[in-house]
């Protein structure tokens, strides 16, 4: 079966400037994830959807993120505006109902100048 | 409140010798608990989890860990490592959450160990 796909793999933009990060979960996987990996710090939590529904948004850093899961299917993180401690990887990764451990996409690395 | 502490953030070893990369944790409520390894340009891959059981948990590649209830920790151990074993290794902990009549754990990760095999 196919894994968890993000889009992009990098991206640098500039400070300001909107970013928008996809993931792609295994087909069938109604959990999804988002985590971030920040510089020299460790991975946390940013949000949890449970099909299109989201569940758990208590790591979401600030209103300038702004996550969808359109029908369930792929899911969207945008970051609007940039600022520079945004910086860092971006996991997805997603779950079958009921299952604790998750498959992980390969991540995102965001770089802001 | 749940925590993780890796308690070596950079381990060096040398090739076949044995390893133990060192994890600590802290919760309230009953746990479940994970190593996640990340090799150079990929993603996280899981390696093993202790859900319920026997406390000792064998993963993929030959690694092991032992759930110590007393001690809060989850050691990873493999008793001869190669030079592809390099990467970065992260403890997690997840408790069980309700969302809407099913269930999800959200991870909890240490800091990471970065495991230099050389030759």
């Known amino acids: 079966e196919a894994g968890v796909t993000q889009f992009p793999s990098h991206s640098v933009i500039e400070k300001g400037q909107t970013v928008t990060l996809r993931c792609d979960p295994i087909s069938g996987h109604d959990n999804l994830y988002w985590y971030r990996r920040v510089m020299g710090k460790e991975i946390k939590f940013l949000l949890h959807f449970v099909k299109e529904s989201k569940q758990d948004e208590s790591g979401m850093p600030n209103n300038r993120f702004l996550a969808e899961r359109t029908g369930g299917t792929y899911s969207t993180l945008k970051v609007q505006p940039a600022e520079l401690e945004d910086s860092g990887v971006y996991f997805c990764?997603?779950?079958?109902?009921?299952?604790?451990?998750?498959?992980f996409g390969s991540g995102t690395r965001l770089t802001v100048v | 409140a749940q925590s993780v502490t890796q308690l070596d953030s950079q381990v060096p070893v040398f090739e076949e010798a044995p390893v133990e990369l060192r994890c600590n944790y802290s919760?309230?409520?009953?746990?479940?608990l994970f190593w996640y390894v990340q090799y150079p340009n990929q993603g996280l891959q899981l390696l093993l989890k202790?859900?319920?059981?026997?406390?000792l948990v064998k993963g993929i590649n030959g690694f092991e860990a032992e759930f110590n209830k007393s001690q809060t920790s989850f050691h990873l151990r493999k008793p001869s490592v190669h030079i592809s074993d390099t990467a970065e290794y992260f403890c997690?902990?997840?408790?069980?959450?309700?969302?809407?009549?099913?269930?999800?754990?959200?991870?909890?990760f240490g800091q990471g160990t970065i495991l230099t095999v050389h030759p």
């Open positions: 919760s309230s409520v009953s746990v479940y």
């Open positions: 990764a997603s779950s079958q109902v009921n299952e604790l451990s998750y498959t």
């Open positions: 997690a902990v997840s408790d069980l959450r309700d969302a809407g009549g099913t269930s999800y754990g959200k991870l909890t």
């Open positions: 202790y859900l319920s059981g026997s406390t």
